[in-house]
């Protein structure tokens, strides 16, 4: 191949089971499924650690932020989960490497987390497209928020959360909408198609598109709820959930939110296709390979929760859609069961174009699968949200505390979406996959930290 352009789109909070490539057959996602089959797909693909920024952390450097050693709070960030924090300085991204390698890098993404004032992902790009306004960002002044929106998006419930004011701040970030393209995936989509429009003349070139949709709040145009439900309003219209147990809400307002986190799906879709079609257009589909991901899922009332929850690390939350479309048509509309992850992005890539990273990666190069070849075996996977973790084998599948307590194990075999916990009947089992976490985390004890402790306390000591 004379030119091989690289495109990764990471699709925040995009469940894998509600894709058709992925067995979904009420959910309308066309261009996903077409682009499935001209592309390598794995069906047992999990993030490195959870949520947002960790993923992200893995995806850009081919190094894993478990188990979250020496980890200190961002000034002036809010959230407070382990390992959320900037890319090392030490840590090599993927697109200093091939910005060293004579490739021009551009980066678009409404992700708002990474483009705070104490992280640093744009390193390494030498364009970068911020889209303001997503979830709590303080783009515009809250006295723009459109009151009868959150009357009408405020259950009794959520008055005086997080999610209030989340909402408050959303409602305000969004009031000038007034066509389908002032939607944040339209948005990001077209601020890609611009940065292509750039790039064909600066190739190679490397481009990371990088929607937060279809995270929360799930509010598509009226149309595309309509296809999953009666758009009109009722007391049922969630679009953001409380996180944590969910016995409050009725199955009218379970179906009504899972209606509108599938009309954000497909929103989705629509301009993720947009976007491969403008590749085509240009003639820089088939001179680029394209990476497709999401970083997780989100929980929809299974198991009786909603959010993302560190102890509910069950298929909705970590099970991650993920396809490898090679510009020769290299394993186009297979599929691999290879434990697949997040970390292994940047070696994938760095695969394909021959180069040797500067410094060593934990994640595997995914590219060999494409020349009928077998990566490094992998007999298990582990990934960790806050301090709790997942690890799963051909068989089992274990969710504890990161230190072994809690613990409830799965038999995949019979029970794939993770329902009856066995771990008091198999101890012996428990403690075989408590170990391999153990392992993967170097060996040590995995370390715990105080969230209460306030954050500038961690930068006096």
């Not at 599938?262 to 680029?288: M, P």
Request: glycine share 6%; net charge negative; hydrophobic share 35%.
């Amino acid at each position: 191949m004379a030119v091989v352009n690289i495109v990764v789109v990471i699709l925040d909070t995009l469940r894998k089971d509600h894709l058709g490539c992925y067995g979904n057959d009420w959910i309308q996602t066309p261009n996903f499924d077409a682009f499935a089959r001209e592309s390598l797909r794995f069906t047992r693909a999990y993030p490195e650690s959870l949520p947002t920024i960790p993923v992200r952390r893995a995806i850009h450097t081919g190094k894993r932020t478990f188990p979250f050693r020496n980890w200190v709070p961002q000034k002036g960030d809010t959230v407070r989960i382990y390992g959320w924090q900037r890319i090392p300085e030490e840590q090599v991204t993927l697109a200093e490497i091939l910005k060293q390698h004579g490739y021009t890098t551009a980066f678009v993404t409404d992700t708002y987390h990474q483009f705070k004032p104490s992280m640093n992902f744009h390193r390494g790009f030498d364009v970068w497209r911020w889209v303001r306004g997503q979830e709590s960002d303080r783009y515009q002044p809250i006295s723009k928020c459109d009151e009868s929106k959150l009357k009408r998006y405020l259950p009794k419930r959520y008055k005086g959360t997080g999610v209030e004011q989340m909402l408050w701040q959303y409602f305000a970030n969004t009031a000038d909408r007034r066509s389908e393209e002032d939607w944040f995936a339209p948005k990001v989509f077209r601020e890609a198609i611009v940065l292509l429009e750039d790039l064909q003349r600066q190739q190679p070139f490397l481009l990371v598109v990088d929607s937060f949709d279809p995270h929360e709040p799930w509010d598509p145009p009226p149309q595309y709820v309509a296809l999953y439900d009666n758009p009109d309003h009722d007391d049922a219209d969630i679009i953001t959930p409380l996180y944590g147990k969910c016995d409050w809400m009725t199955e009218r307002q379970l179906k009504r939110m899972r209606a509108n986190y599938a009309g954000e799906v497909t929103l989705v879709d629509k301009w993720f296709g947009h976007f491969i079609n403008k590749l085509a257009d240009l003639h820089l589909l088939d001179k680029s390979l394209v990476i497709v991901l999401s970083d997780h899922g989100h929980s929809l009332g299974e198991h009786g929760v909603t959010g993302k929850i560190p102890w509910a690390l069950y298929p909705e939350l970590i099970d991650i859609p993920f396809f490898i479309r090679h510009p020769e048509g290299k394993g186009a509309g297979q599929t691999s069961d290879y434990f697949a992850s997040t970390h292994d992005v940047a070696p994938t890539v760095l695969g394909v174009l021959g180069i040797e990273p500067p410094q060593p990666m934990d994640g595997v190069d995914l590219s060999v699968l494409l020349e009928g070849k077998q990566p490094p075996k992998r007999d298990h996977i582990s990934t960790a949200f806050n301090n709790f973790v997942w690890v799963r084998n051909e068989r089992y599948a274990l969710i504890c505390r990161n230190d072994g307590t809690e613990p409830k194990l799965y038999d995949l075999q019979i029970d794939p979406k993770q329902d009856k916990d066995i771990a008091s009947q198999h101890p012996e089992i428990v403690k075989q996959l408590f170990e391999l976490v153990v392992k993967d985390a170097g060996g040590e004890p995995l370390p715990t930290y105080d969230l209460r402790r306030p954050v500038e306390d961690w930068y006096r000591h």
